[in-house]
């Protein structure tokens, strides 16, 4: 059964640090695996999706990567800002029902 | 503008009380889903449903009802609401059935209290 890891569970750095979210699953079986926000009391923001065969995506000073073999995906921050702040979550998915496996989470402070 | 719209955002209810939550989405989606997110339990999926007329369970989908009459529209039913459905609740949609490439579209959330 799938699992997804999410270390550190909070994470507080000063503001223009770069910065590297960790998320591991345990099946490396998955079709994508997707990067999430969510600022507190609200919705989640989809940030970037990593489909099986490719290794990396970037949006703007995010990037992740994605290293099936070893069962983990990062997702780094360059030149962090306080409007950072948030939960980051990654989700797995990993079998034809489109059902996803969520981490549970790195809340994430950044300070000015 | 492309978003997925619940409401009510706040709900305070009695035991027993049968309430509707419900789901918009104006992206032509087929994929639809309900999550429930509580503190140290993470995201958990209520039901889904991949096309009108098409529901199935997720993780967690006793006490809950849900109908996809039109492809807009996901409502979330809870029958005899009890305190454990205290929750936050959130939908989400996507098209190609929120796999490969298409990331999933959520909504604002529903705080739920049961009483």
């Known amino acids: 059964k799938q699992e997804v890891t999410q270390i550190p569970a909070a994470l507080s750095v000063p503001e223009g640090e770069n910065l590297v979210l960790n998320c591991s699953f345990t099946?490396?079986?998955?079709?994508?695996l997707q990067w999430f926000r969510q600022d507190p009391g609200k919705g989640l923001t989809s940030l970037l999706l990593?489909?099986?065969s490719q290794r990396e995506q970037t949006s703007g000073r995010l990037n992740a990567s994605l290293d099936k073999s070893s069962g983990r995906s990062t997702l780094y921050i360059a030149a962090s800002q306080p409007g950072d702040s948030a939960t980051y979550l990654c989700a797995v998915d990993s079998d034809s029902n489109y059902q996803l496996i969520w981490g549970a989470g790195t809340k994430l402070i950044i300070k000015p | 503008e492309a978003q997925v719209t619940q409401n009510p955002r706040y709900l305070i209810t009695v035991t027993g009380k049968k309430l509707t939550v419900t789901c918009s989405q104006n992206m032509n989606h087929e994929y639809m889903s309900w999550y429930r997110q509580d503190p140290g339990l993470g995201l958990r999926q209520i039901y889904y449903s991949m096309n009108v007329e098409v529901t199935d369970k997720g993780d967690v989908p006793e006490g809950y009802k849900v109908s996809r009459k039109e492809k807009r529209n996901f409502p979330l039913i809870l029958e005899s609401p009890s305190p454990n459905q205290t929750s936050l609740y959130f939908c989400?949609?996507?098209?190609?059935?929120?796999?490969?490439?298409?990331?999933?579209?959520f909504g604002n959330g529903t705080r739920l209290t049961v009483t």
């Open positions: 989400a949609s996507s098209s190609k059935a929120g796999s490969y490439n298409s990331p999933l579209h």
């Open positions: 099946d490396s079986a998955i079709y994508n």
């Open positions: 990593i489909q099986s």
